[in-house]
């Protein structure tokens, strides 16, 4: 049996139209203003508004890109919601919630969480899904995501975390389609990292109480931040390259064939590295500096960036690699145009 060939048919993405600016978050954080701008790497990023709730940009992701392809939501075979855990209400199933906005009534919906790292495995499980099941040939991948709401700026432990911003991000994938060919993806796990990030308070260890929101233990916090820098670094970075790289290997391409990487927001050294040891020029990717990072959404947005500046251009082969705290790190290969 031939495997079907299964593309990108279009993409969306929302920002909020409110900015948090490097002025504010030195103020904030008592970090200089420069340190902000070159090391962590971005001068502003988006932060929610009163009605930027995190499945509710996920929808307007989603309808922008129906939108933009011209797809019939009611040809929609499944939703998979790819935001995260902190959205309007706990112990919800967002994507059902999304399903109902966009009007994908013969959909069925479910979510799906690996945090940073939600939308590159999302591409992966609709992919196998709709390999294996006939039934299933238009999928919508779309969510929000807001936790910049847990960074703490008076914690320095969490300083590489100051870039969290919000939106949202969608992507329709359709069986048949010839365009933006989806190939070979790529993941690892290393539950060694498991515990070393976490928000301590709200869970069934640490419930909220008044003496935990005294203690800012509602907000994300590094447990140990020496031994995580120490045992983390070059690893992340180790991992960055290998999945890219088997990604590109099980797709029939090498680093050289490379023509765009889409990347997460990352401290600028890091993202030169990773360029660097690619081979590729500046040009070949986009750095998001007036953005921070968006969690899952960044491939996407960095996929729009590159569409309208010119950086990718059909015909590139691109990798869409991201990273989640716990850790994970996933890429997946794509024939653009």
Known sequence: MNTPSIGIVSTGTYLPQTYQTSEEIAKLSGLPQEVIETKLGFSKKPVPG????????????????????????????????????????????????????????????????????????????AKDMMTSDPEI???????????????????????????????????ILKKGHEQNLVLQSHILTDGSFSEDVAVVAGGTKHPITAEALEQRLNYLDVMDPAGMKARLEQKS??????????????????????????????????????????????????????????????QILSLELGLSSGRLRPGAVTVLVSAGIGYAWDACTVRWG
Not at 246 to 269: F, N
Not at 279 to 291: I, K
């Open 137 to 171: 040939n238009t999928v919508l991948l779309a969510g929000g995501y807001r936790n910049g709401d847990f960074i703490d700026y008076t914690n320095p432990r969490t300083r590489f975390m100051y870039n969290l911003g919000a939106g949202g991000a969608a992507v």
């Open 237 to 298: 970075m180790d991992n960055f390259l290998k999945v890219i790289h088997r990604s590109l290997e099980k797709s029939g391409y090498a680093a050289q064939d490379l023509g765009y990487l889409a990347i997460l927001h990352m401290k600028r050294s890091a993202h030169q590295y990773v360029l660097r040891e690619l081979g590729l020029q500046e040009e070949q990717s986009y750095y998001l500096s007036e953005y921070g990072h968006i969690g899952q959404c960044d």
């Open 50 to 125: 009163p009605d930027d709730h995190t499945c509710q940009m996920g929808i307007r992701a989603a309808q922008q890109a129906l939108k933009k392809g011209g797809v019939d939501p009611r040809t929609i075979d499944l939703v998979i919601y790819i935001g995260e855990e902190h959205k309007e209400y706990p112990l919800w199933t967002a994507g059902i919630k999304l399903q109902e906005a966009v009007g994908a009534v013969n959909a069925f919906a479910f979510d799906l969480q690996q945090r940073c790292g939600t939308m590159v495995l999302a591409i992966k499980v």
